[in-house]
């Protein structure tokens, strides 16, 4: 199923939900997900309304569904700055999955369990800070092809350590909206 091409039925959102499709026809009464009629009477689905769905309502359902849409791991312990970041890649239109962590041992939790590919990571955080997430991550055969692009608001001596850490870029706070999304793309190629 090419799921750019044509919508989704409600039997084949309730498989990927694993609900039923009684399940599917409730979230559509109710107005949680949008849909048409076929000339058949049938509803359908769009992939971007399924997608927007799925993100509003923080449902997971299996990678295979989705192979192009790329995981990012958001790692900062200052919330204003994740909320600027999740919206930054947000408006790329990428279709980007997006996890937030709040402090260095969250953020290698969730580097198990989410798989990114990508990690946005703050280097001054209580518990880890950005330089020991860094060495475990690089160090690590399993995880050291995550590309990470550190964010900092010390100085050129942070960005030069965090480099030899194994940090793919670092980026000083604020964060330059455009010079932040280049450098994603970059990273993510």
Not at 28 to 56: C, M, N, Q, W, Y
């Amino acid at each position: 199923m090419d799921n750019n091409k044509r919508p989704y039925t409600t039997g084949e959102v309730a498989a990927l939900c694993h609900v039923t499709i009684n399940a599917v026809k409730k979230w559509i009464a109710l107005g949680k997900l949008s849909a048409f009629r076929t000339p058949g009477g049938h509803f359908r689905v769009s992939h971007d309304d399924f997608l927007s769905f799925l993100e509003k309502y923080k449902l997971n359902i299996k990678d295979e569904f989705f192979p192009n849409r790329r995981r990012i791991l958001i790692i900062d312990d200052e919330r204003e700055v994740v909320e600027f970041v999740n919206g930054a890649l947000e408006s790329m239109q990428e279709g980007y999955i997006i996890e937030t962590a709040y402090d260095g041992h969250e953020g290698l939790i969730k580097v198990g369990d989410f798989k990114p590919e990508l990690l946005v990571l703050d280097i001054r955080m209580p518990k880890f800070d950005g330089f020991e997430v860094t060495r475990r991550i690089k160090g690590d055969k399993s995880t050291k092809g995550i590309k990470i692009l550190a964010v900092t608001a010390y100085g050129r001596e942070d960005i030069n350590k965090i480099i030899e850490c194994g940090a793919d870029d670092c980026l000083a706070k604020p964060i330059n909206l455009k010079d932040f999304q280049s450098n994603v793309r970059k990273l993510l190629k």
